[in-house]
Structure formats: structure tokens, C-alpha cells
């Protein structure tokens, strides 16, 4: 499974920012997509996830009601709506691929940087 994350940015408090996670291998629609972010000095934490087959989410406390995860089952991609973004929200976001719930990944793509400045 490869995974190309892509859509990140500099954006200001308040504002938002759409990541998208192209999937692709044979094997891509039996996993989970998950995101999932580090900040500098800090370890990787995990963010949102949904299932392919069955829609379940699951978000991290600190970015409900804030972040959406969708998918587009026809082209394999998903995206990561965030919005309300605060400078605690910078960190590089990666994709991955795994098992539900996605406590971690087994298939890790690119990270793309996110930064909000106040």
C-alpha cells in the first residue's frame, strides 16, 4: 500500500486547511486510513480515522468539532477537513493505513507540514 499525503500550508488562527491521502495498491481498500501528526520535540499522535468498508470514525479528543474525515471510496482518497486550525495544531500530518481502530499504522506515507501562526 502507498500512500501520498498532500494539502498542507501556512494558514492563521481561525483558518483551515484541507489534507487529502491518495491511497493506492492492490490491498488499499482492507485497511483503515488514518491521520496522524508530530510536532517539533513531541512524539506522533494519533488525529482521526475511518474505516473503508464501514464509515466508522473515531477522533482524537483534542480536534473534535473541529476536524472532519471523509472519504471518496471511487478515486481511494481521504480527507482531512480542519478547521477553527490554533497554533497548537502545528506538526507535520502523515497518513497511514492499518487495522481498526488505528491505534498505529502499518503503511506510513509522507508527511505534509502544517503551520498556523497566531
Known amino acids: ?32 486510513i488514518g491521520w496522524f501528526r508530530q510536532a517539533p520535540g513531541s512524539e506522533r499522535e494519533f488525529i482521526a480515522t475511518i474505516n473503508w468498508g464501514g464509515g466508522r470514525i473515531r477522533y482524537a479528543d483534542p480536534v473534535k468539532g473541529r476536524f472532519s474525515i471523509s472519504r471518496d471510496n471511487a478515486n481511494n482518497t481521504v480527507w482531512l477537513q480542519m478547521n477553527n486550525l490554533q497554533p497548537e495544531d502545528t506538526a507535520v500530518y502523515y497518513c497511514a493505513a492499518g487495522a481498526w481502530p488505528m491505534v498505529g499504522g502499518r503503511y ?6 502544517v503551520t498556523v501562526s497566531s
Open 1 to 32: 500500500v502507498q500512500l501520498q499525503a498532500s494539502g498542507g500550508g501556512s494558514v492563521q488562527a481561525g483558518g483551515s486547511l484541507r489534507l487529502s491521502c491518495a491511497a493506492s495498491g492492490r490491498t488499499a481498500h482492507a485497511y483503515a
Open 108 to 113: 506510513w506515507g509522507k508527511g505534509t507540514q
